[in-house]
């Protein structure tokens, strides 16, 4: 009975400290991709709907993008290695995880926030022209303001991957569930931790859409 208990003490904590790991990852991996929104930006203004439309500028940076979305995340952490040695240091570990998850999100993200840009009404952008508002006003109050519900939904998407994305990091020991679920679960035949580690990142994206979805109709 004692040894039971101990078990199942020692199996929370181990889940407990996985949770913060992937936890840690996918915020500061969230944060960091915000960056995309730069690209995402130009990529809207040099579009050949955009307000600045350049068609070599558009097509040259979406090339850029595309091709490292193309890119399995598995094989961009393995290219990724000495980068990630070169600014955190060393390659494995749960803070150089986040540097592949970054570069992976960021096109990502890109992408994504183009999109929801350039949904914005046409009819609301000529009528912010003829009212004299520069390109800037006009991204800022018309671009951001009107697709804030679309920018949230945004990411949320990138959140839920990259959730998918730090359990393949963790199969190269990238720390977090994944690496769990790898080492505990796969290694040692235990269908238990394999059990718990696909329920919690289960919940766990449940739990982020069910936020998103919350916010999404609050800010529409």
Same mark, same amino acid.
């Given at each position: 009975m004692l040894l039971a208990i101990s078990s199942t003490t020692g199996m929370q904590q181990i889940m407990l400290e996985a949770l913060k790991q992937t936890v840690y990852m996918v915020f500061l991996a969230t944060i960091l991709s915000v960056i995309g929104l730069i690209p995402a930006v130009i990529l809207t203004l040099t579009a050949p709907d955009g307000l600045r439309p350049h068609k070599i500028i558009y097509e040259i940076?979406?090339?850029?993008?595309?091709?490292?979305?193309?890119?399995?995340?598995?094989?961009?952490?393995?290219?990724?290695?000495?980068?990630?040695r070169l600014l955190v240091g060393k390659a494995i570990g749960t803070t150089a995880s986040i540097v592949p998850l970054t570069v992976s999100a960021i096109p990502f993200i890109?992408?994504?926030?183009?999109?929801?840009?350039?949904?914005?009404?046409?009819?609301? #952008?000529?009528?912010?022209?003829?009212?004299?508002a520069s390109d800037f006003q006009i991204i800022?109050?018309?671009?951001?303001k009107e697709s804030v519900p679309r920018l949230i939904n945004g990411i949320v998407l990138l959140i839920i991957s990259l959730i998918g994305y730090s359990a393949m990091a963790g199969t190269v020991g990238?720390?977090?569930?994944?690496? #769990?679920? #790898?080492?505990?679960?796969?290694?040692?035949?235990?269908?238990?931790?394999?059990?718990?580690?696909?329920v919690i990142l289960i919940i766990f994206v449940q739990l982020i859409q069910m936020i998103g979805n919350g916010l999404y109709k609050k800010l529409s």
């Open positions: 940076l979406s090339f850029i993008v595309n091709v490292f979305r193309s890119f399995p995340f598995i094989i961009l952490l393995v290219i990724l290695i000495p980068f990630t890109a992408r994504v926030f183009e999109s929801a840009l350039r949904e914005t009404n046409p009819g609301v #952008i000529e009528a912010a022209r003829s009212f004299g800022v109050r018309v671009y951001f990238g720390g977090g569930i994944g690496d #769990i679920a #790898i080492r505990y679960g796969y290694q040692q035949y235990n269908t238990e931790y394999l059990i718990v580690c696909s």
